[in-house]
C-alpha cells in the first residue's frame, strides 16, 4: 500500500510495488494525459513532476512514491499558475503540436524549466528539453518557450 | 423550430442510406431522424444552433486534416470560424477518399482527394439554406445573401441563422453541381487559421489509441516471435501459475496466437509482469539465421546481376548517349532498412461480441479492417464498426492492420473489451521496414556540362509485392523507382532499372516511401556531376532546370533564403558547409539548403536548414510549413542515425536508445517557405522529406571533402581530408 499525493488528492493504492508510477496514473487513476512511449526513461512522453521536479513516470516503480507529491499534466491545467498559463498560451501561439502526442510531456518538462529558470537561453533549453518529438517541432519548442519566457 | 435529434449511428446510417446512387460524396441531403441534437445537412455536415461541425474522413496523425479540410467546407458553406467544430467521421463507405478508393490516409492525399468534394458539400449546403428561406419567406432566392452563418432578406430586414434553416434546408433538393466561390472571394482558403486540434492537446485532453477507456475494459502485453515468419511452438505458463492452479489476482488470461502470445490483465503494467514470465519456444522457420551481412550481399548480388527483372523506364538511347558523352559520373549509394518509431507504439482496443466487433483504433487504414475483420470472426460486413482516435504519428505504419487484428482476436478470446499496446522492443522489432536499398547511378554529361544520358539501377525489396500484388507487373514495383524519371531536369534518354531484392524482412510504406531513398541517389550525383566539373552546384541544377519555371523559382527561393552565395561565417577548429538537393513529389517541388559545421575531430552540428515548398494551392500556408518543417526533421533523424540491423534473424534495436530520434539539442534552426501559386493543391507532409539526406551529405561534401554515399552517417568518418 502506497499514499501519495496526486494533483492535490491524496490517494492510496494497492498495487505491486515494482508498477511504474506511469501506469499507476494511466490505468489505476484514469489520468491518460500523461503518455506512454519506451518504457525506458528515453523519450519523456510519461513527463510528470515529482515533488517539483521532472521525472519520467515509467522509470519510477510506486514503492519509491510514499509522501510523495505528483503532479500531472491534468493538475497543471486544472490549477493553472502564471508558468503553466504562459506556457500552454505559448504552445497554442506559436502552433507547436503536430500529432501531439509528445506534447503534454513537453509541456511539463517546460513549466518545470521555467519555473526553475525564467528566461532561459537557448543551451539551457537544449539541455532540459530532452523529450522526444517524432513529427519534428522542436524548432517552435524553442520559440515557444522563449515567447513564454518574455510574457511571464 | 425544434431541431431533430440525430445519434452518431444515425448520421452514418443516413448519410450511407442517402448516398445511394451518388458518386461523390459530399452531396446528399434528407437526414434519417434518430437521437442527438444536430441536422445532418448530408454526409459531411451537421448543423446546430450555434455550431456547424465538419466530419472529416482522413485520420488525425498530425498532419492538420482536422483544420484543413474543415476550411474547404467553410469557405464555400459561409459561416464564422469559430462556430466550426470537428468530428472524425465513422467508418463508411461513403467516406473513401476519392485518389484512394477506400477509407485511408496517406500518399499526402487528404487535401487533393477532398479539395473539390467538401467545397461542394458547402457550397451544396449553403445553397439549400438559401432556397429553404426562399421558400418560408416568398421571396427570389437573388434577394438573399448567406454569410457568416445567417441568410438576410434585406429587403424585408428579415434573418435566420442557419441553425434556424437547417432542417427546412435539409429537406431541400440537393443542388448537382452548386457554384463554388471564385478564388479571389476567398476569406478561408489560404489562411493560416489556428489548428482545431491543438488546444486540445496542449491540456493533455486528445483522446489517441491508448487512451480509450471502456467499461470493464482489460489491457494486453505481447510478445512476438521474434523471427520473422516464425511461429509459437510451446508456452510453458508454469511460473505464472507457481502452484499449478489460478492465475495471480489481475491476469485475465493468457491468450496463443499463430506468431505471438498474449497475457490480459486488470492493468497493463500487470499483463507485461506476467509476459515476463512466461516461458515460450518458437519455431523460428527459415529466416533464423539472416543478418544485415547476409542481405548486404543480397543486394549487391541483385545489383550486380546481368539481367535485371524490370525496366521501368527506357527513354531514348540511352547506351549511344553514354558511349558519346565527354565524362561519366557514377556512384552506388547505399541505404538502410528504417523503422517507423511512432511515438505512440501500436496499439488498439477492440470489443467483440458473437455478433459485433467494434474498434477503437489509431489507424491510417479503417477500410482495411473491414475487409479482414469479417471474414476472421465470422461476422457480417455490417456488425464492424471502426471509431478513429487522434493518432500519435503514423508515417506509413499504420496503413497495416496487424495490431488492430490481434486486439479483435484477444476481445474475442476472452469475451470483453481489450486494450492491446505493445511496449516499444515490440514496435520497433515488428515493423514493416522502409526497404534498404543499394543504387548505381550514373550520367553522363556533354562538353558543356549538360546531361545527355542516366542510367539507374536499384535492387531493393518490394513494398507494393506484398500490400498490392496485382500492381506489380513483369517484377516491377513503381513505387521503388518513384521520382527518379519523372523529375524536371533534362532527361532525354533515360534507362531505369529495378531488382526485387529478397531479404525476409517484411517492409512497408514509410514517409515518402520510394522517393527519399532516390532523392538521396539523385541529389548526390547531381552534386557529384558539378563538382566533377568544377561547377557551382545551385547553379548547375538551375542550368538543368530551365524548362521548369516551377522548379526553378523553387530552387533560387531557398538559395536566396540561404544567402547561398554570401560565404558562411568561419568557425575555429571546425569546417562549414552548405549543400543543397532538390525533389518534386506528390505534386510539389522542395528545394532545402542544409548548412553544417564539421568539427576538427569529427563531429557534426546542423547549423540552419531552408526548406521552400510550391504545393500549388495552399489551403493553410501555416500547416504546410509547419509539415515541411517536421519532413526536415524526420529525414535528418533517419540520415544521421536510422538503421535497423538484424541478427540471427532478430532486429537488434529496440528501444530509443539503439534506434536514436533527433532531439532538440540537434536540431537545426529552420527557415521554411511555401511559396505563392494558384496551381492545382500538392501533396504536403512527404514532400519535404526527399531532399533532406543528400542536401545534408552534399554539406558534408562542401565542408570536409568527404562524399557519403551510405546511410546513416552515424559511425562514418567525415573529418575534413
Given at each position: 500500500m502506497v499514499e501519495l499525493s496526486v494533483n492535490d488528492r491524496t490517494v492510496k493504492v494497492d498495487v505491486?510495488?515494482?508498477?511504474p508510477l506511469l501506469w499507476l496514473l494511466r490505468d489505476h487513476l484514469g489520468l491518460t494525459g500523461t503518455k506512454f512511449g519506451c518504457?525506458?526513461?528515453?523519450?519523456?512522453?510519461c513527463s510528470v513532476l515529482i515533488n517539483g521536479a521532472v521525472a519520467r513516470a515509467c522509470s519510477v516503480p510506486c514503492s519509491t512514491l510514499d509522501g510523495a507529491k505528483v503532479t500531472t499534466i491534468e493538475g497543471l491545467i486544472a490549477a493553472p499558475d502564471s508558468v503553466v498559463t504562459g506556457v500552454t498560451e505559448a504552445w497554442i501561439a506559436e502552433q507547436v503540436p503536430q500529432c501531439g502526442y509528445c506534447t503534454p510531456g513537453m509541456v511539463v518538462s517546460a513549466v518545470a524549466l521555467l519555473r526553475k529558470m525564467p528566461h532561459p537561453a537557448e543551451p539551457a533549453i537544449a539541455e532540459a528539453m530532452t523529450n522526444l518529438c517524432r513529427c519534428g517541432t522542436y524548432d517552435r519548442v524553442r520559440k515557444a518557450i522563449s515567447r513564454a519566457a518574455v510574457s511571464s | 423550430m425544434s431541431p431533430i435529434n440525430l445519434s452518431r449511428r444515425g448520421v452514418l446510417k443516413g448519410a450511407g442510406v442517402l448516398m445511394l446512387g451518388v458518386h461523390l460524396p459530399g452531396v446528399v441531403a434528407h437526414s434519417a431522424a434518430a437521437g442527438g441534437n444536430s441536422i445532418v445537412i448530408n454526409a459531411w455536415l451537421k448543423i446546430s444552433t450555434d455550431t456547424t461541425t465538419v466530419l472529416v474522413a482522413s485520420s488525425e496523425l498530425g498532419q492538420g486534416v482536422f483544420t484543413a479540410l474543415p476550411m474547404l467546407v467553410a469557405e464555400e458553406l459561409g459561416v464564422d470560424w469559430k462556430n466550426i467544430r470537428v468530428e472524425m467521421a465513422p467508418?463508411?463507405?461513403?467516406?473513401?477518399?476519392p485518389l484512394l478508393g477506400a477509407m485511408r490516409t496517406g500518399g499526402s492525399t487528404s487535401v487533393r482527394a477532398f479539395f473539390l468534394p467538401l467545397r461542394r458539400a458547402g457550397a451544396a449546403a449553403r445553397l439549400m439554406m438559401l432556397v429553404g428561406a426562399s421558400r418560408i419567406w416568398?421571396?427570389?432566392?437573388?434577394q438573399l445573401v448567406a454569410e457568416d452563418g445567417i441568410v438576410t432578406h434585406a429587403a424585408s430586414d428579415r434573418r435566420a441563422s442557419y441553425g434556424a434553416l437547417a432542417q427546412l434546408a435539409s429537406r431541400q433538393k440537393v443542388p448537382a453541381d452548386p457554384p463554388l466561390r471564385e478564388r479571389n472571394r476567398w476569406t478561408v482558403i489560404g489562411k493560416s487559421l489556428p489548428r482545431l486540434d491543438i488546444p486540445a492537446k496542449v491540456k493533455g485532453d486528445a483522446v489517441f489509441g491508448i487512451d480509450i477507456r471502456l467499461p470493464g475494459q482489460t489491457y494486453a502485453a505481447i510478445r512476438h516471435c521474434p523471427v520473422f515468419g516464425g511461429s509459437l511452438s510451446k508456452l510453458d505458463e508454469s511460473a505464472l501459475k507457481p502452484r499449478g492452479g489460478a492465475y495471480p489476482t489481475g491476469i485475465i488470461a493468457v491468450v496463443s496466437l499463430k506468431d505471438a502470445v498474449a497475457v490480459v490483465a486488470d492493468s497493463w503494467w500487470q499483463a507485461r509482469s506476467a509476459l515476463g514470465k512466461l516461458v515460450i519456444t518458437w519455431k523460428e522457420g527459415v529466416n533464423a539465421n539472416i543478418t544485415s551481412n547476409s542481405f548486404d550481399s543480397v543486394l549487391g548480388r541483385d545489383l550486380d546481376s546481368k539481367d535485371p527483372k524490370a525496366i521501368a523506364v527506357n527513354r531514348g538511347d540511352v547506351d549511344l548517349a553514354l558511349k558519346g558523352a565527354y565524362k561519366i559520373v557514377e556512384s552506388v549509394y547505399r541505404q538502410p532498412f528504417l523503422a517507423h518509431a511512432t511515438l505512440e507504439p501500436m496499439n488498439c482496443t477492440a470489443n467483440v461480441t458473437p455478433n459485433s466487433c467494434e474498434l477503437w483504433v489509431p489507424t491510417q487504414d479503417q477500410s482495411a479492417y473491414c475487409k479482414i475483420l469479417p471474414d476472421l470472426l465470422g461476422l457480417g460486413p455490417d456488425q464492424i464498426k471502426i471509431n478513429t482516435s487522434f493518432v500519435g504519428g503514423s508515417f506509413g505504419r499504420r496503413l497495416e492492420s496487424d495490431f488492430g487484428v490481434e486486439a479483435a482476436l484477444l476481445s474475442k478470446a476472452v469475451g470483453r473489451p481489450v486494450q492491446l499496446i505493445w511496449s516499444r522492443e515490440e514496435d520497433m522489432r515488428h515493423d514493416f521496414y522502409r526497404p534498404a536499398s543499394l543504387t548505381r547511378a550514373m550520367v553522363g554529361l556533354d562538353s558543356s556540362g549538360y546531361p545527355v544520358g542516366w542510367i539507374y539501377r536499384i535492387a531493393a525489396p518490394s513494398v507494393l509485392a506484398r500490400v498490392s500484388p496485382d500492381s506489380v507487373r513483369g517484377g516491377l514495383d513503381a513505387g521503388a523507382v518513384a521520382g527518379i524519371s519523372d523529375q524536371p531536369y533534362g532527361f532525354s534518354a533515360v534507362r531505369v532499372e529495378y531488382v526485387r531484392s529478397q531479404t525476409g524482412i517484411p517492409v512497408g510504406f514509410w514517409r515518402s516511401n520510394g522517393h527519399a531513398p532516390n532523392a538521396f541517389a539523385m541529389e548526390s550525383l547531381i552534386d557529384e556531376a558539378a563538382f566533377a566539373l568544377s561547377r557551382d552546384p545551385c547553379r548547375f541544377r538551375r542550368a538543368l532546370l530551365t524548362k521548369s519555371p516551377r522548379a526553378l523559382a523553387v530552387l533560387n527561393k531557398a538559395a536566396e533564403l540561404a544567402g547561398w552565395d554570401e560565404p558562411l561565417a568561419e568557425v575555429l577548429e571546425a569546417r562549414r558547409g552548405r549543400g543543397i538537393a532538390f525533389h518534386e513529389a506528390f505534386g510539389s517541388a522542395v528545394a532545402e539548403v542544409v548548412e553544417v559545421t564539421v568539427f576538427a575531430d569529427g563531429r557534426l552540428k546542423l547549423d540552419r536548414v531552408v526548406g521552400v515548398i510550391d504545393?500549388?494551392?495552399?489551403?493553410n500556408p501555416d500547416i504546410v510549413a509547419a509539415q515541411l518543417e517536421g519532413a526536415i526533421l524526420f529525414g535528418l533523424s533517419a540520415a544521421l542515425t536510422g538503421r535497423i540491423t538484424v541478427d540471427n534473424g532478430r532486429v537488434v534495436q529496440g528501444n530509443f536508445n539503439d534506434y536514436p530520434l533527433l532531439t532538440l539539442a540537434e536540431a537545426p534552426r529552420l527557415v521554411v517557405h511555401v511559396m505563392a501559386s494558384d496551381g492545382p493543391p500538392g501533396g504536403v507532409s512527404e514532400a519535404g522529406v526527399p531532399p533532406i539526406a543528400p542536401a545534408l551529405t552534399n554539406a558534408i561534401f562542401t565542408a570536409t571533402g568527404r562524399r557519403l554515399r551510405a546511410l546513416p552517417i552515424a559511425g562514418q568518418d567525415i573529418r575534413s581530408l
Open positions: 505491486a510495488p515494482d508498477t518504457g525506458s526513461g528515453l523519450c519523456g512522453a | 467508418y463508411d463507405p461513403v467516406y473513401a477518399n416568398r421571396v427570389p432566392i437573388e504545393c500549388g494551392t495552399t489551403v
